[in-house]
Each structure stands twice: as C-alpha cells, then as structure tokens.
C-alpha cells in the first residue's frame, strides 16, 4: 500500500469513527475530549489536529466531487444532451 493509500485510509477510519462517536448528535453537542477517546478507541493515536484535517479533507474530496458531476453535466447540456433529472 502507498503512503498516500495509507494516509487516505486512515483519515476515512477517523471519519467514521467519529460519525460513529457522535452517535447522531451534532458536533457541538458533544464533549471534544469525549469523541476523540471513543475514536481513539478504534483508531489508535489520534490527535484533535488530525481530526480536524481529515474533516477538512472530507469537505474539500466532496467539494471536488460535486464540481466534477456539475462540468459533466455542463457539458452534457453544452452537447444538446438532457442531464438526468430524478423522476
């Protein structure tokens, strides 16, 4: 495995243990110090400043995402195409 597979990993388990340690609460509902021992739980070793950069990552892979799917669309309706429209 890479070092950047590896990182990535990591930062997708931090996600969903802390999806997991919110237990549905919003983020500020919840104890910081509390959150990071359940990820720690299940992700050894990680620090408040590691959260927060794979919380960042997640926004800007989506943000990435979600302008990818809008030039596809673009250019599909740029084309005299129709972009999927759900029913």
């Not at 990182?7 to 549905?24: C, N, P, S, V």
């Not at 927060?52 to 943000?63: D, F, G, H, L, P």
């Amino acid at each position: 495995m890479s070092a950047r597979a590896h990182t990535t990993r990591r930062k997708e388990e931090i996600l969903l243990a802390y999806i997991r340690a919110l237990g549905g609460r919003w983020p500020w509902q919840t104890d910081l110090g509390e959150v990071l021992q359940a990820i720690s739980a299940v992700v050894p070793g990680v620090t408040a400043a590691e959260l927060r950069a794979a919380v960042a990552w997640s926004i800007r892979e989506s943000k990435r995402k979600e302008a990818k799917l809008e030039r596809a669309v673009r250019e599909c309706v740029a084309a005299g195409g129709k972009p999927w429209v759900p029913k």
